[in-house]
Nanobody
Framework: QVHLVESGGGLVQAGGSLRLSCAASGSIFRIITQGWYRQTPGTERELVATITGGATRSYADSVKGRFTLSRDSAENTVVLQMNTLEPEDTAVYYC??????????????WGQGTQVTVSS
């Protein structure tokens, strides 16, 4: 079993910064990807940023230049540093990971979600 524990989020004024952290624990053989998605009411969950086991990062166009995803491989933790936040960034942010839990089998896992609210 794999668990994703999120921390961070909250309320900030436009132009401010927030930091989200996600720690993976449990039966982890190898992490394929780990990162963040977000969702607003009535919309589909969308990719914000992910990083592969080989440290290749992907960002949504809307956050490029403002958000930075970093990883602590030893702790199986990723941190999303969000700067110059905009009201449009308001959403529930979910940690996501695709993880091999043994040599042959992998699964996709989600955190419980954390609210980010940016006031104008």
């Amino acid at each position: 079993q794999v668990h994703l524990v999120e921390s961070g989020g909250g309320l900030v004024q436009a132009g401010g910064s927030l930091r989200l952290s996600c720690a993976a624990s449990g039966s982890i053989f190898r992490i394929i990807t780990q990162g963040w998605y977000r969702q607003t009411p009535g919309t589909e969950r969308e990719l914000v940023a992910t990083i592969t086991g080989g440290a290749t990062r992907s960002y949504a166009d809307s956050v490029k230049g403002r958000f930075t995803l970093s990883r602590d491989s030893a702790e199986n933790t990723v941190v999303l540093q969000m700067n110059t936040l905009e009201p449009e960034d308001t959403a529930v942010y979910y940690c996501n990971a695709r993880i091999y839990y043994n040599q042959y089998s992998w699964g996709e896992y989600w955190g419980q979600g954390t609210q980010v609210t940016v006031s104008s």
